[in-house]
């Protein structure tokens, strides 16, 4: 099958493409950037560069003989500000734009895309949450409100599509996806701060203090990237249409989860946890992965301390340097 991945050289994007190239797919990766430094052809994958989903006339520069699109483009809260049209130009109308070209330009019906875990925070703090649970957005404002009205009418226009042109849309929702990225930092409401993971693996690496705050106990979920990847091959490969968790292996304690990247990624000398249950922490949302795997055969397989283990690997070979560039130092082993 002959795939095009949008937002190729984002991490979710160039990973896929590498996955699906791996399982024998003829894969072309597009992006904003005009050059990936000769990355994909490593891998013996197309680049088109200077492709924006925002912009219809660059979609003149994409291969129209496609089996399957993967839409990881846009902008996303982890990167941006708090301004709202980015939201709305990359997301609502990007989904637009891209279906109106695959409608004129292709025979080309099946769209995979990924949605936020923001759309059902009104279930925060219960159990795990069905795929088809009622979607809407954060009440409490902050930048992951715009992000979610738009995936949220994005998913709801890939619907529209399947119904009146035959689209095939297979959306995931998720949590955070972890994996090797050169880039620690991210954004919250246009601040930029090292994400706190990646805080935890700095301070392993040198044996200082971590701190767990809040419950110790208040268990997420942990996505490797390889487990998503898995899925994205899957929904290629499938007619199922609708939108799908992707849980963890299972829910980890966050004190499970530090306690591993200390463990791992810890020389001699070892971390000490230091507990401040005074800070608080937002209530987590669990995903229910049962749909995914009755209609997709997916479920997650890489436990959290074997995903640590392959991003430590991942930062030792740092196979994206030619997109990403170079670890900074406090994340060098």
Not at 56 to 82: E, Q, R, W
Not at 142 to 162: F, M, P, Q, S, W
Not at 298 to 319: D, T, Y
Request: glycine letters at 10%; hydrophobic letters at 40%; one cysteine or more.
């Amino acid at each position: 099958m002959k795939v095009l991945v949008l937002g190729g050289t984002g991490m979710l994007g160039a990973y896929s493409s590498l996955a699906l190239k791996s399982v024998g797919h003829e894969v072309v990766a597009a992006a904003r950037r005009q050059s990936d430094n000769g990355f994909f052809a490593d891998y013996g994958i197309d680049y088109v560069g200077g492709w924006n989903i925002e912009v219809p006339d660059t979609f003149s520069g994409l291969p129209t003989d496609l089996d399957a699109v993967v839409n990881m483009a846009g902008y996303m809260p982890a990167h941006g500000d708090s301004s709202a049209m980015p939201y709305v130009t990359s997301i609502v109308e990007g989904t637009v734009n891209l279906c109106e070209w695959l409608r004129a330009r292709t025979s080309c019906r099946r769209v995979v895309f990924n949605t936020t875990p923001a759309d059902i925070a009104a279930f925060a703090g219960t159990g795990p949450v069905p795929s088809d649970a009622p979607r809407s957005f954060p009440k409490n404002g902050g930048d992951h409100a715009v992000y979610a009205i738009c995936k949220v009418a994005a998913t709801d226009l890939l619907e529209h599509y399947r119904i009146a042109y035959g689209f095939r849309p297979c959306v995931f929702r998720h949590m955070t996806v972890f994996g090797w990225h050169p880039n620690a930092s991210f954004n919250v409401n246009g601040r930029t701060t090292v994400s706190p993971w990646r805080q935890v693996v700095r301070r392993a690496l040198v044996g200082q203090p971590v701190e767990v705050w809040g419950d110790p106990g208040r268990c997420s979920e942990l996505l490797y990237i390889d487990d998503f990847t898995e899925a994205v091959c899957r929904a290629v490969a499938s007619d199922a249409s609708g939108i799908y968790n992707l849980p963890g292996v299972r829910p980890y304690s966050l004190d499970e989860e530090f306690q591993t990247i200390i463990d791992v990624f810890g020389g001699a000398r070892k971390s000490a946890k230091v507990y401040r249950p005074e800070k608080k922490v937002a209530a987590t949302v669990l995903l229910d992965g049962a749909k995914t795997k009755r209609e997709l055969g997916w479920s997650a397989v890489v436990p959290w301390c074997e995903a640590c283990e392959r991003i430590k690997s991942g930062m030792l070979q740092n196979r994206f340097a030619k997109i990403w560039g170079e670890a900074d130092e406090e994340d060098r082993i």
